[in-house]
């Protein structure tokens, strides 16, 4: 982990580091679960659920009011130190034990096989680097175990996509921790070797204006069952 100096202390640097992002989003996405209707979805995107489950990027906890009885334990990995503090006070509420541990989803700090379901909401879009994500999630889940995944993307016209690509090489990773318009949710799941179960796309909003941010997918993938 890079080091920073304090003084002359030397401490761990945060794996992601966006505080005001942070602040913002800690706002945001409380008034989205009503407002957008994202709760119903977080809803759906765990509903049954069960066992040990890993949440990859849990933010300031929102999902955790959402996991049913049947799950076990969510350990949930949040890199961010404002919305990992958020993290851990939701824990604290919720109904699921949930152990919130800082992390980042490219080296997983859990063992292999270890986990019944994995969770990305909103996630994938902020990853440094998508692949390797994808391949600590598949190592940790064992196999056959499922990802249930919420996630934003690329979308719509060529003057939209032209739009979500103009938008991430420039201003927006910089406006909003790291996230990426244009990514492609569904095609890195499968290109890491994921077998993709149902999954729907959603416009968020869904009515009214669209946005870069607005081209959604909700659904569920596996680790293949035979061992690899
Ligand atoms: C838009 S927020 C979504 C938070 C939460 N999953 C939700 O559904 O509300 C994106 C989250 O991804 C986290 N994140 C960014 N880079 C990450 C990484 N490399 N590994 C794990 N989480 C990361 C951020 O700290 C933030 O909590």
Redesign the pocket.
């Given at each position: 982990m890079p080091l920073r100096s304090v003084g002359t202390r030397k401490v761990p640097r945060d794996?992601?580091h966006?505080p005001l992002f942070?602040r913002y989003?800690a706002r945001f996405?409380v008034n989205a679960e009503t407002k957008l209707g994202i709760g119903v979805l977080r809803d759906r995107m765990l509903a049954g659920l069960s066992g040990r489950v890993i949440e990859?990027?849990?933010?300031?906890g929102?999902?955790f009011a959402h996991y049913p009885g049947t799950v076990s334990e969510v350990v949930a990995?949040?890199?961010?130190r404002v919305?990992r503090q958020l993290a851990v006070e939701a824990a604290v509420r919720s109904e699921v034990p949930v152990d919130v541990v800082p992390g980042?989803?490219?080296a997983l700090p859990v063992k292999s096989e270890a986990f019944d379901a994995a969770v990305v909401?909103?996630?994938l879009c902020?990853?440094?680097d998508v692949p390797r994500?994808l391949s600590e999630i598949r190592r940790v889940l064992r196999p056959g175990g499922v990802v249930r995944f919420f996630e934003h993307g690329r979308g719509g016209g060529r003057v939209m996509t032209f739009t979500q690509q103009a938008l991430d090489r420039t201003v927006w990773p910089l406006v909003s921790?790291?996230?990426h318009v244009g990514r492609e949710p569904v095609e890195s799941l499968r290109a890491a070797g994921f077998e993709l179960g149902p999954y729907r796309r959603i416009m968020i909003p869904e009515k009214g204006p669209t946005l870069p941010t607005s081209y959604c997918v909700l659904g569920t993938a596996w680790r293949p069952a035979t061992k690899d």
């Open positions: 794996a992601v966006h942070a989003y996405s990859i990027g849990a933010g300031n929102l999902n990995i949040e890199p961010e919305l980042a989803a490219e909401s909103l996630v902020s990853v440094r994500a921790g790291g996230c």
